[in-house]
């Protein structure tokens, strides 16, 4: 056990790694210092990078708390960071959090990757080849869509017209996958995102499936997906959701493939218990965000019918 020490301040915390073989990369946020600022009412917070015994920080753009969200193998590390003044903070609401962007730190450089026109965007997953993916809001934060962020550039991967969307994760081969959500019909779905379409994950699995296909979590670059799903009569991932691992089907095994299919599929329903707004969604990814400024573990769960 190694202690890899804070940025000045009493405490440092990991968060997550996009990277998948070394071990000497550790990614997270530290306080620099124990002095509380009037706007978050927490002391500063930065980000930072331990990299083969060294801890870097990572400066904000601006405001004066940040984390990693993680970092891929080449060791960029991806994340969030409150802007110049904290604008949005309220220390009164333990429920709110500052207007955030997300960041691109790459060796000595940092790089605003910004949102859809909104105040806020959430980065999720970095992969070997620097593109990011996550979410942003759009002007007035009407609504939050699923983002792609490449070569400097921000993609809004919302082709559907819901009101919500988000992504996960990304492979090298440029597949995404996440959810989506209507806010008129109240339909949610999880969705690959591959060569510029849109595929319904539970309408390219056989319709005998035991599971209604709920949290995507991650895919590898051989395009296996794993996540968690709702058996029939479970409406709560996190009380008895179960584990799935999806594996592409091959030119060779699309027969077969085709031949587990039924005409009949489980009784699970793709709605979510009333309607949301994207605001309302904007407002409870803030809210999540919280957490990581504030010690406490805010959830956001959708209960699904």
Known sequence: MQDLGTLGGADSFPTGGCNKERSDLVVGWSFTDSTAN???GLPTQHA???????MTDIPTLGGTYAYAQCANNQGQVLGLTSLTGDVGCDPSDPLDTCYEH??????????DLGTLGGTFSAAYWLNEK????????????????ATLWKNGQIADLNADGGCFSVADSINSRHQIIGNTFNCDTGYFTTVLWEN??????????PANSSLFLVEPDNINDRGEIVGRG???GCDDVDACGHVFLLIPCSAGEA???EATSSTTAPPIARTVKDHHTGK????SLRARSAQHKRLSSISSNYIFK
């Open 38 to 40: 009037a706007n978050t």
């Open 130 to 145: 620097g593109e990011a993916v996550g979410g942003a809001s759009t002007t007035g934060d009407e609504e939050f869509h």
């Open 230 to 232: 709702l058996p029939p």
């Open 280 to 283: 309302e969604f904007v407002k």
């Open 196 to 205: 510029g379409s849109i595929i319904d994950l539970n309408a390219a699995i």
């Open 102 to 111: 997300t960041f691109l730190w790459d060796h000595e450089t940092l790089k």
């Open 255 to 257: 027969r077969e493939c």
């Open 48 to 54: 930072f990078v331990w990299d083969h015994g060294t």
